[in-house]
């Protein structure tokens, strides 16, 4: 079976700080997708950033990077120079073989001034 | 403005009351598809269309029916909504699959009562 965890409920860091969202999955899939989805209070899903399993370069976007370990089949995301409007849900969320969207439970971020 | 709709965003109704919820995009996407989302599951997919009447269940279609008539619209219908199927509901689309990126509706609120 192909699960997605993440295990931090919820999270929190100060302004300016920086900030890991860790997310595990499993899978015997060797092509797959993987990405992080940030959901502010208004709901909307917003994509975050992207990574092919078969790129070695871990993505980046701005203040926003991955650490991708394929064998210990982690995908973090880091935040830098944390500011308030990274407060949101955070989802990871892959594509496997089935060419399926799955999706992690969710990180809260709370950002504190 | 490239766009994927939902209406109506709120709906309360009573078990058994058919509804249906709509989702149009104006992106010329080959893929859409639906998602609920509950408090620490994620968001589920439900159903998804590769193209104009292909569809196919995905995690959680229990319930749910859906068409793919035109290439913009892919509705959600309820034929006979249960307390179990309050949830926030998404529709998303894609370029040319899941694995391009997909772009979300603003979700639809969903209470049966």
């Not at chain 2, 149009?24 to 104009?52: A, C, F, K, T």
């Not at chain 2, 279609?61 to 509705?75: D, I, M």
């Amino acid at each position: 079976a192909q699960t997605v965890t993440q295990s931090q409920p919820e999270m929190s860091v100060q302004e300016a700080e920086t900030v890991t969202l860790s997310c595990t999955y499993d899978t015997s899939e060797s092509d797959y997708y993987l990405f992080w989805y940030k959901q502010p209070p208004s709901r909307q899903m917003i994509l975050v950033i992207r990574q092919e399993a078969y790129k070695q370069q871990n993505a980046t976007e701005n203040r926003f990077s991955v650490n991708f370990q394929k064998a210990a089949k982690s995908f973090s995301l880091k935040i830098s120079d944390s500011q308030l409007g990274d407060a949101a849900m955070y989802f990871c969320a892959f594509i496997f073989g089935n060419e399926k969207l799955t999706f992690g439970t969710g990180t809260r971020l709370t950002i504190i001034p | 403005e490239a766009q994927v709709t939902q209406n109506p965003r709120y709906l309360i109704t009573v078990t058994g009351k058919k509804l249906t919820v709509t989702c149009s995009q104006n992106m010329n996407h080959e893929y859409m598809s639906w998602y609920r989302q509950d408090p620490g599951l994620g968001l589920r997919q439900i159903y998804y269309s590769m193209n104009v009447e292909v569809t196919d269940k995905g995690d959680v279609p229990e319930g749910y029916k859906v068409s793919r008539k035109e290439k913009r619209n892919f509705p959600l219908i309820l034929e006979s909504p249960s307390p179990n199927q309050t949830s926030l509901y998404f529709c998303a689309s894609s370029g040319w699959g899941v694995r391009d990126t997909q772009y979300f509706g603003p979700g639809t609120r969903l209470t049966v009562l």
